[in-house]
């Protein structure tokens, strides 16, 4: 196929599930999965990385400055898990330092994805996390996705950020910033990506819509036993924290926040009824 500036990459939009796959396999998925990610406003201009661990320890990674929805597979870059450069005419993104940290921190790991999408990024860039038991799917497949406190992108600073959350989750929001997500394969990593943000949305029309109803903890019990029923591997770090319950907000119910009017009709009426005890 000739290339023409920009004309979509890789054709078809099929990406096997498992990671069992030769080096040319892998390098069209992460075609397929960018065009996807970037059909779905998950990434704009050149944002996002994806990357795979090749069966041979090598990191098979998308290339900086790019568009990753229009990427061919001579486009991606090869690094180890250093991050030097290997092989590929093009550079690697400075954001592969958080890939390289869930290959080392993470053995299960095949696939990383990064990418902003818009409604989860509003989360992250609003301080809040999407910790809150309302969605079964989410609960049993993630538990709950934390914030990670912001850093610099491509920086150490956000690896160290990071690092306490890679080994207990498989999904994340960075703090103004977007989200990240792994997987035993790509097409896994992908779903959590798209998980994250439909979590988002649903968040936002239900906080629309109304007060948001949170499950219980004995549901969230439930939901988590029927883990291995849906074939969902926790993170070897333990799995992840429980998300926040109903009954979890109950227990903050000894903090109670006032008006400046209540706090004072509440003082003054303790007052008047000490004079008369008086
Ligand atoms: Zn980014």
């Not at 061919?72 to 250093?82: G, N």
């Not at 498989?170 to 097409?187: E, F, Q, S, Y």
Request: charged share 25%; with cysteine.
């Amino acid at each position: 196929m000739p290339r023409a500036e920009g004309v979509f990459s890789v054709s078809g939009g099929c990406v096997l599930a498992g990671h069992a796959k030769d080096e040319s396999e892998h390098r069209r998925d992460i075609c397929t999965v960018g065009r996807w990610l970037y059909e779905r406003g998950y990434i704009v201009a050149c944002e996002g990385n994806l990357s795979v661990r090749l069966a041979d320890g090598r990191i098979l990674t998308t290339p900086t400055c790019m568009n990753k929805g229009m990427l061919f597979p001579e486009d991606l870059v090869v690094i180890d898990t250093e991050g030097r450069h290997l092989s590929g005419e093009r550079r690697a993104s400075s954001e592969l330092l958080m890939h390289l940290l869930f290959y080392k921190m993470r053995p299960d790991v095949m696939a990383v994805c990064h990418a902003h999408p818009a409604t989860a990024t509003g989360f992250a860039a609003a301080g809040r996390a999407l910790d809150q038991a309302l969605l079964p799917e989410v609960i049993i497949g993630l538990g709950q996705i934390p914030l990670v406190r912001y850093a610099t992108a491509g920086t150490p600073e956000l690896s160290q950020a990071l690092e306490p959350y890679v080994e207990h989750y498989d999904a994340l929001l960075l703090a103004n910033h977007g989200a990240v997500t792994c997987g035993p394969d790509l097409l896994t990593a992908f779903f959590r990506m798209e998980t994250i943000e439909h979590c988002a949305k649903i968040v936002l029309a239900a906080e629309s819509a109304g007060t948001p109803k949170l499950l219980s903890s004995r549901e969230v019990a439930k939901l988590m036993a029927s883990r291995a029923r849906y074939a969902v591997t926790p993170p070897p770090g333990g799995g992840a924290e429980l998300p926040v319950t109903s009954d979890t907000e109950d227990e903050g119910a000894g903090e109670v926040t006032l008006k400046r009017g209540e706090l004072d009709a509440l003082i003054e009426e303790a007052i008047r009824k000490d004079r008369a005890r008086r």
